[in-house]
Antibody, heavy 126, light 107 residues
Framework: QVQLVQSGAEVKKPGASVRVSCKAS????????MHWVRQAPGQRLEWMGW????????KYSQKLQGRVTITRDTSASTAYMELSSLRSEDTAVYYCARGQYCSTFNCYRGVWFDPWGQGTLVTVSS | DIQMTQSPSSLSASVGDRVTITCQASQDISNYLNWYQQKPGKAPKLLIY???NLHTGVPSRFSGSGSGTDFTFTISSLQPEDIATYHCQQYDDLPYTFGQGTKLEIK
């Protein structure tokens, strides 16, 4: 079955960086986009960005542009999300989620997230 | 950014009740609207995509409708296992945005 397994919880100090991994199994990793979504305590879900796992193209939320980087290792069927210059407001559960089907040149128009990883709690505290 | 507003923010209903949640977009998003269910401490799960299409394996008591700016999510007969928070999400334009969530409780 299609499954996404994320790395474990992290505690970071303000100004540090964090990298969360997301290992995919049960499908052709290079044929789908991978999205990252976070949920701060009591807040709505917030989309962060996505990567075309086939060609590595990325798009990011403008709010996080410059601080977030999404990469992938196709040999390991794993996507990564790195967030830098951490601040207390970045304390949240971070999810990866499989997105749209992508061919060599473009991705399907329909974007829904299924499945999701189990989530990784990132706590930013001094 | 496209703002998504869900109503109500919380809802209490009895087993067997028909439950309706609405989601309004700040601009026309055609049918580019999805619904997710999130149980406490768990990741969201896709229920409905493209406003009205039931995801594989999702019980038929769940349904969605709407287009443009106004959308509706319905549970035809509430079951105890449906206790969760429900989120709408638009993908008409970047950044993809979510509603604030509707927390559903059993009366």
């Amino acid at each position: 079955q299609v499954q996404l397994v994320q790395s474990g919880a992290e505690v970071k100090k303000p100004g540090a960086s964090v990298r969360v991994s997301c290992k995919a199994s049960g499908y052709s990793f290079k044929n789908f986009a991978m999205h990252w979504v976070r949920q701060a305590p009591g807040q709505r879900l917030e989309w962060m960005g996505w990567i075309n796992a086939g060609n590595g193209d990325t798009k990011y939320s403008q709010k996080l542009q410059g601080r977030v980087t999404i990469t992938r290792d196709t040999s390991a069927s794993t996507a990564y999300m790195e967030l830098s210059s951490l601040r207390s407001e970045d304390t949240a559960v971070y999810y990866c989620a499989r997105g749209q089907y992508c061919s060599t040149f473009n991705c399907y128009r329909g974007v829904w997230f299924d499945p999701w990883g189990q989530g990784t709690l990132v706590t930013v505290s001094s | 950014d496209i703002q998504m507003t869900q109503s109500p923010s919380s809802l209490s209903a009895s087993v067997g009740d028909r439950v309706t949640i609405t989601c309004q977009a700040s601009q026309d998003i055609s049918n580019y609207l999805n619904w997710y269910q999130q149980k406490p401490g768990k990741a969201p799960k896709l229920l409905i995509y493209d406003a009205s299409n039931l995801h594989t394996g999702v019980p038929s008591r769940f349904s969605g409708s709407g287009s443009g700016t106004d959308f509706t999510f319905t549970i035809s007969s509430l079951q105890p296992e449906d206790i969760a928070t429900y989120h709408c999400q638009q993908y008409d334009d970047l950044p993809y945005t979510f509603g604030q969530g509707t927390k559903l409780e059993i009366k």
